[in-house]
């Protein structure tokens, strides 16, 4: 399946949305559509673009799946809900985590993201509604990555040969699978949403999940989102593309009070980049690091170490999982 990429330079994004409404509106017709919203730009503007095409024919879920930023879902529905968009928020949390449970491998955590998302809930969804299709916000860098082999994404599926039809009972729709991130920031600032909407740092797809190196688990989950919140309002000033927390699977000798604590690491990765494609670490001063250092340490239980990714993309890639 070949996509023609739109790049940054040739996008009208006022042409684009009335062509993207006008596609969607003739695809689905008379039926019902439903669409997963994260709040990440992607998931955001495929939702503003599916309701200006639909209306009340596109139904909106965010699923709690509890890998989240903190405060994340109830935010981001009372958000919606002013842009004049009703989303339903769908309690999943138990369903990913038996899905994850006991599994290390990046690979199979995607698969289990993918099957959480698309066979356990969306399918469900789509037969109690009778819905025909599901929208989602994959971009032009997820489907590259994917068939590249450098890592799946978890909402790669017909572009990896996956009838979802005959699989999961819908049809998918990418509006935005010719974009980069920064074209789909124009398009989401054309539609209206907010900037704390489009100018949000990238968020994986599969949540905390692509944070954590080894077994997932509620305890594991919590403390990497403590300390994404810690990352983020101490790096939300400085610019970059992203920034994020990385829990380590190895703990390491510490010293708390004159004694050994035998704890955790976080890994703080910045990235200058366009279109995340490549990227380089954003150059941040002592200072700021030896503050976060400082933060992280003091207020996420069990962390004795910080340390700061100098690696650039490639041969690293911007999420560790």
């Keep these: 399946m070949e996509i023609k990429e739109i790049r940054l330079e040739e996008l009208d994004p006022e042409r684009f949305i009335k062509e993207k409404a006008q596609e969607i509106s003739s695809a689905v017709g008379g039926n019902l559509a439903v669409n997963a919203l994260s709040g990440g730009v992607d998931s955001s503007t495929v939702t503003m673009l599916g309701h200006r095409a639909l209306g009340s024919r596109l139904k909106t879920y965010f699923i709690d799946n509890g890998l989240m930023r903190e405060g994340e879902p109830n935010h981001i529905v009372s958000l919606f809900k002013d842009l004049g968009v009703e989303v339903e928020l769908v309690d999943a949390k138990e369903i990913f985590f038996n899905r994850l449970k006991g599994l290390t491998d990046p690979e199979e955590k995607r698969e289990a993201i993918t099957q959480a998302f698309y066979k356990d809930i969306f399918g469900k969804i789509v037969r109690e509604s009778g819905a025909k299709y599901l929208f989602h916000g994959t971009n ?151 503050r976060l250092a400082e933060k992280v340490t003091r207020e996420v239980p069990g962390v004795v170490s910080v340390t700061y990714n100098i690696t650039r993309k490639p041969p690293s890639t911007i999420e560790a999982i």
């Design 140 to 290: 032009y860098t997820d489907v590259e990555e994917t068939v590249a082999g450098v890592k799946r994404q978890h909402n790669i599926l017909e572009q990896l040969g996956i009838d979802t039809e005959s699989i999961y009972g819908y049809k998918v729709i990418e509006p935005l699978v010719q974009l980069r991130k920064p074209g789909v920031r124009e398009v989401a600032k054309v539609l209206g949403l907010p900037e704390e909407i489009y100018n949000r740092p990238p968020f994986p797809g599969p949540g905390l999940v692509a944070r954590v190196i080894g077994e997932v688990t509620l305890e594991r989950i919590e403390i990497i989102r403590r300390a994404t919140k810690i990352v983020e309002e101490e790096l939300c000033h400085t610019g970059a593309f992203q920034y994020l927390a990385i829990l380590h699977e190895d703990k390491v000798t510490g010293i708390r009070e004159g004694k050994r604590d035998y704890g955790l690491q976080i890994e703080v990765r910045c990235w200058d980049s366009q279109d995340a494609v490549t990227g380089s670490p954003t150059r941040l001063s002592y200072d700021i690091l030896d």
